[in-house]
């Protein structure tokens, strides 16, 4: 079965560096999403994006985080300046034609320790 | 309270029972889909159940909706130790602009005791 890949699993960054998180979303779906966990609490909504640019993001979803699809397959999370607050398990998701009646699926996800 | 939340938070069962979750929402919604999230792990889509639906099953997995009463209930029968998880209803509504947003409750902890 086709699958969300997300590299790295898990990453430890100093407070104040930049940080990229990867996703390689199934091949033939349109709309990408990242998502997060804060340990013990429920899953946030980050940002949606669709033919190349974003198409919702939350409140979360400040200047510090952009989103990135330089090629054909790749779709980055780039969060500047990390924050201990960011620290928290990633999740990109990708689905075919939108949420309105096909199956999000999730990656396994990038643990991110701000140190 | 606020939209897709599941009770209980938490619940124990010996293996071979049933186990029913619940989830309650409050806007309107177009579908709504149930995750499982084994610790620290990744989500792992279950089942989707659109609006116009009122059950669904796959497998062990029998969801259902009510879409006047807001709620939607995940049974998991015959359980087994390896359902030990958390289980997670999400709730797809449309957002405006041709966009829709998947937004998740904090989920019920399943404990199945062999």
């Known amino acids: 079965e086709p699958e969300v890949t997300q590299t790295p699993s898990h990453q430890v960054t100093q407070m104040g560096q930049e940080v990229i998180l990867r996703c390689v979303p199934i091949?033939?779906?349109?709309?990408f999403y990242w998502y997060r966990q804060i340990l013990g609490q429920k899953v946030e909504f980050l940002v949606s994006f669709y033919n190349n640019e974003i198409s919702e993001k939350s409140e979360i979803f400040d200047d510090q985080f952009s989103v990135e699809r330089p090629d054909g397959s790749n779709f980055t999370l780039k969060i500047r300046s990390t924050k201990l607050e960011d620290s928290a398990m990633y999740f990109c998701a990708s689905s075919g034609q939108g949420n309105s009646g096909n199956t999000i699926y999730f990656g396994e996800g990038s643990w991110l320790t701000v140190v | 309270s606020q939209q897709g939340e599941e009770d209980p938070q938490a619940l124990s069962i010996q293996e071979g029972e049933n186990a029913t979750m619940n989830c309650s929402y409050k806007?309107?919604?177009?579908?709504l889909q149930w995750y499982r999230q084994n610790s620290g792990r990744g989500l792992v889509h279950l089942i989707l159940i659109r609006s116009n639906e009122r059950e669904k099953h796959s497998g062990r997995l029998r969801v259902t909706l009510d879409t006047s009463k807001k709620s939607s209930s995940l049974l998991i029968t015959a359980s087994r130790a390896a359902d030990t998880a958390s289980y997670f209803c999400a709730t797809v509504s449309y957002s405006g602009a041709g966009s829709y947003q998947l937004t998740f409750g904090k989920g019920t902890k399943l404990s199945v005791i062999p």
């Open positions: 806007t309107s919604i177009n579908n």
């Open positions: 091949s033939n779906h349109l709309y």
